[in-house]
């Protein structure tokens, strides 16, 4: 019997990625959602202080990318992944005992610049540990196992700190210093996968990032990215504004929101991937397809902020609405264009690729909410037009680069791979 192309090839290990991702996501999960009062309890000092350290590292952080992608071409990205997760693990670990200002920073920076990083390298590991559509699919169940675990981590945390008072967030700290630890060992069964005829692929450590830059095709996809980018922050720093606000509706739906995108994206991320692949679109129209939905739910928001209604039960179901089109975007959007750009990356300089496209994700979440209040104090409507014509602009730039990139970034391609030993022909989904 023949078997379905691509859905049958399994990456020896992959388990571990998404797993690892899964507890991963549990401790981010239980800090993000508290963030300024998870550190301002464990390090005592104001909110005001703690605010104006977590932004300035987390823009000094962003230094730590071009490093890492060095790092990733020179060692290898599972060594660079081992790296940051302990020093996430030393960096939780510490920070119940950073009472002072410059102690607060110094953990903060280092931190910072670990989470800044990391994603770059889990890109890069997924480019490593898989081939054509084993990557969509290794990308679309990290994702939404990391989803769940954001989700079942921040309840954790609630929990804890309902029980334990203050003192929950020191047990949060530590709780989230040992999910990183866990999720570091997870990682060890998966192994590289190494092109016909066994050798893997010449790193490239001084090759430069003059590599990157010559590339105008990945730099058009990085740009794209980061209008859509801006997307992903709309979510948790414009909606919770424009409803509360400007459309006058109860805090309560911004959670409600939340709840339904976390669990949206845990539960139907690997399925809506899955049928993406299925129907045989390409990276960069499934990316295009993606934020076409986006703009599609800022532009009903803006048709909410012109009519306000001034029935919670309409205005409930609206945003429900609105936010159920955007996560089916998400979850679109996320796996197609992740894997595009670590499918058009050379191989050998990956890390580096990977790390000029993570820039344009800390960007945007630099910019993101600067760009939107300024823009909510002109007009409740006038940020969403914003995202409108950036998510147009996105998904028009993704189109028409798609005949300047690599066939087998734009489409999963048949490979032959070896995971140590004899070379196997790997079928993929056109």
Not at 350 to 362: D, E, K, L
Not at 407 to 429: K, N, S
Request: with cysteine; glycine share 10%; aromatic share 8%.
């Amino acid at each position: 019997m023949k078997r379905k192309s691509g859905e049958s090839e399994r990456v020896p290990g992959e388990w571990a990625l998404p797993v690892a991702a899964a507890v991963n996501g549990v401790g981010t999960g239980m800090y993000i959602p508290f963030t300024l009062v998870f550190f301002h309890y464990i390090t005592g000092l104001s909110f005001t202080v703690v605010g104006a350290v977590l932004t300035a590292t987390g823009l000094v952080g962003i230094g730590a990318l071009p490093l890492a992608g060095a790092a990733v071409d020179r060692y290898g990205a599972k060594r660079v992944q081992y790296l940051l997760y302990g020093v996430r693990v030393a960096g939780f670990a510490l920070y119940p005992l950073a009472h002072s200002l410059a102690a607060f920073a110094a953990v903060a920076l280092v931190t910072a610049a670990a989470d800044r990083a990391f994603p770059a390298a889990q890109q890069s590991l997924i480019g490593e540990v898989a081939r054509g559509a084993g990557r969509d699919r290794l990308q679309a169940s990290t994702r939404a196992l990391q989803n769940a675990g954001n989700g079942a981590g921040s309840l954790l945390a609630t929990l804890v700190i309902a029980f334990a008072g203050s003192t929950g967030y020191t047990y949060a700290a530590w709780g989230n210093a040992l999910s990183f630890a866990l999720a570091a060992l997870l990682l060890r069964p998966l192994k590289p996968v190494r092109a016909a005829g066994g050798a893997p692929a010449p790193r490239r450590a001084g090759a430069g990032y003059r590599l990157v830059l010559a590339d105008r095709p990945f730099l058009v996809v990085t740009g794209a990215n980061f209008l859509n980018a801006l997307s992903y922050s709309a979510l948790s720093i414009l909606f919770p504004l424009f409803v509360v606000e400007w459309l006058h509706g109860p805090a309560v739906f911004t959670g409600a929101a939340f709840t339904i995108n976390t669990v949206l994206c845990a539960v139907a991320g690997v399925f809506v991937g899955s049928r993406v692949r299925r129907a045989g679109a390409r990276r960069t129209r499934a990316a295009a397809l993606g934020g076409a939905l986006f703009a599609t739910a800022f532009a009903a928001q803006i048709v909410l902020g012109t009519l306000r209604p001034g029935s919670g039960a309409v205005l409930g179901v609206a945003l429900v609405a609105v936010v159920v089109v955007y996560t089916i975007g998400e979850l679109i959007h996320s796996p197609a264009a992740e894997v595009l750009a670590v499918s058009a990356a050379p191989e050998a300089v990956r890390g580096r690729y990977m790390a000029a496209y993570q820039m344009s994700w800390s960007l945007a979440k630099a910019v993101a909410p600067s760009l939107f209040t300024a823009l909510l104090t002109l007009d409740g409507r006038a940020p969403w037009a914003v995202l409108v014509l950036t998510s147009a602009v996105a998904a028009a730039l993704l189109i028409r680069v798609e005949r300047r990139l690599p066939a087998e970034a734009v489409r999963p391609q048949p490979v032959t791979v070896t995971h140590g030993g004899a070379a196997t022909p790997a079928p993929v989904t056109a």
